[in-house]
């Protein structure tokens, strides 16, 4: 969450949307998916950039999966995004706020030796009916993106 002794930059109004800490339910896209529960906190600390916290938990309550990134906030109106993943998957996204939802495109992927071979993605959050939905698409040995997963949030704090 936001540091209160902090105010909010000037260039993060356009992603005001996200701060906070959100919680929901999400699933897999393909067939056969998958069920599980999300959470995302988008956070500031008064300079231009979102610290970005996710963590996933399969049905049984045991965490599957879970990345952590920034958003900075650019002068011209893009957002320059970086996310990690434990797994080894680095990803380098950039996007521009429109009204309550950014869609942000990767511009470069990086990867451990042990890695699925991802080699792009996009990822959409807007907020639609007062809630968050967070959408992953990927693409693998350079293929078609493809729907990977869901999420919607609600704003818990």
């Known amino acids: ?20 800490s959100w919680q929901g339910q999400g699933e897999g896209m393909w067939p056969g998916g998958f069920a599980f529960s999300d959470s995302m906190v988008f956070a500031h600390d008064g300079r231009p950039i979102l610290r970005y916290e996710q963590l996933t938990k399969g049905p049984e309550g045991r965490p599957s999966h879970c990345e952590c990134g920034y958003l900075v906030a650019q002068a011209n109106g893009d957002v320059h995004v970086t996310v990690a993943e434990p797994s080894g998957i680095t990803e380098v996204l950039v996007g521009r706020p429109e009204s309550d939802s950014i869609v942000l495109r990767s511009v470069a992927i990086g990867h451990s030796p042990t890695t699925e071979n991802v080699t792009a993605c996009r990822r959409t959050l807007r907020i639609e009916d007062g809630a968050l939905v967070a959408e992953l698409e990927i693409s693998v040995n350079g293929e078609e993106l493809a729907p990977h997963t869901v999420s919607v949030l609600r704003l818990v704090s």
């Open 1 to 20: 969450m936001a540091d209160s002794t902090f105010e909010m930059h000037e260039l993060l109004g356009p992603l005001a949307f996200l701060i906070g």
